[in-house]
Structure formats: C-alpha cells, structure tokens
C-alpha cells in the first residue's frame, strides 16, 4: 500500500469507529448508564473525532506537500461548488458542535455559567450526529458498502430511541399545571 492508501483507510476506519463511538455515547448518555464509562466513551469518541479530519491535513500534506488546516476545520462555504464541499461542511458543524458539547462537560465544574448549563448544551450531540450522518452517507467512501448502509442504519434507529427517551425523561419532569 502507499502512503495515500494507508492515510485514506485510517481515515475511513477513524470515520466509521468515531460514527459508531458517537452513536454509543448517546444511547449511553441518554440511559444515564455508567457515568464513568460514558465519560472514558466520550473521551475515545472525541479522540477518533478530531483524528479523522486531522487524517485530512496529512493527507493534503503527502499529496500535494501542502498542510492546509483551515481548509479542515474553517473553510465553510453557504453556496458550494459541489456537493462534495456542501457535505463537508457537515462534518465540519458535527465536529463544532460536539466540541462545544465535550468543552462544556469537561469545564462545567470549573466555570459557573458551565456548570449551571451544561445539560442544555450537551443535547447538541443530537444534532451534531444528524449533521456527521449526512456527512457521513454522503460522501463517506464506503457509503455504498451493504455493511455501512446496514452499521449506519442501526445507528439511526439507536440514536433515534435515545432521542425518543431523553425528551420522554424531559417531559416527565414538566410540572403539569
């Protein structure tokens, strides 16, 4: 294999494993299983996160001999040139927003503000995991593979009974008037 080879399946692999790392974390979170667990979780998660787009960096790097990070993690664009670029930039926002969501749990007990209102940003998961989906079975090299389309389709089904119990959960709790 070449250097491109090895760098492009380590990015697949770091994709595929953040993807179902994300989706654990949530069904995790939402049954409040395991505290413990589901913080080392997030932390494993966060870690393949932030690999596969630095993947992307090395990547430029051995073939064009460029190290490009904005590109990975800022270039945004609201009207793309293909689609390519439109799904990328749903990763980029996943990334966003369960950075946002690991920096508030991991602070909340140092800062006030943080500490009173994590439970409100930590939900963000939800829709950073919609965002990597689209990413995800978009673009995604094996997205055509009959084994990702059923991995990604149990993650969707997971995600969404966790959905479906943390607003059950919520609800509980709305004092009736």
């Known amino acids: 294999m070449t250097n491109l080879e090895i760098i492009n399946l380590m990015q697949r692999v770091t994709g595929i494993i953040a993807f179902g790392l994300v989706t654990f974390q949530i069904y ?16 494993v998660a966060y870690t393949f996160v932030l690999f596969h787009p630095l993947l992307q960096i090395i990547n430029t790097y051995v073939y064009i001999g460029k190290i490009d990070p904005f590109y990975v993690f800022t270039d945004i664009c609201f009207l793309c040139q293909n689609n390519l670029e439109y799904f990328i930039n749903f990763g980029r926002i996943g990334l966003y927003l369960i950075t946002i969501a690991v920096f508030a749990a991991k602070f909340k007990s140092i800062d006030l503000w943080l500490k009173t209102n994590w439970k409100k ?47 059950s959960k ?8």
């Open 28 to 43: 995790l979170g939402s049954r409040k299983i395991n505290l413990r667990f589901h913080m080392i979780n997030g932390l």
């Open 170 to 177: 919520m609800m509980k709790k709305v004092p009736k008037s």
């Open 121 to 167: 940003i930590h939900p963000l998961n939800y829709l950073a995991f919609y965002s990597v989906s689209l990413h995800a079975i978009n673009i995604g090299t094996d997205s055509g593979n009959i084994f990702f389309i059923l991995y990604f389709i149990f993650c969707q089904i997971v995600v969404l009974f966790s959905i479906v119990k943390f607003f």
